[in-house]
């Protein structure tokens, strides 16, 4: 049951290694071409800050799970 498993697996990576790391190369690329922005935790802040400031509510979906709809 292994031996066929392990075959398969074996020949998924020669097939498609050189894919897979021409497409890792071709991210990495792109991703050192993206500016640098704020990490996520500062990101949220200043969202939740601007929000706050100009007395927004949080938006949210109407369907979300728990919210009852409008009236």
Known sequence: MVGPLLKW???F???F???VLAARAERDAIDAR???GPDLPT???ELLDDFR???HPLP???SAPGLRPPR
Do not use: T
């Open 34 to 36: 993206l500016p640098a």
């Open 53 to 55: 400031r100009r007395r």
């Open 60 to 62: 949210v979906a109407p």
């Open 13 to 15: 990576v020669d097939d």
């Open 43 to 45: 990101a949220l802040a």
């Open 9 to 11: 697996a074996m020949r």
């Open 17 to 19: 290694a050189d894919d």
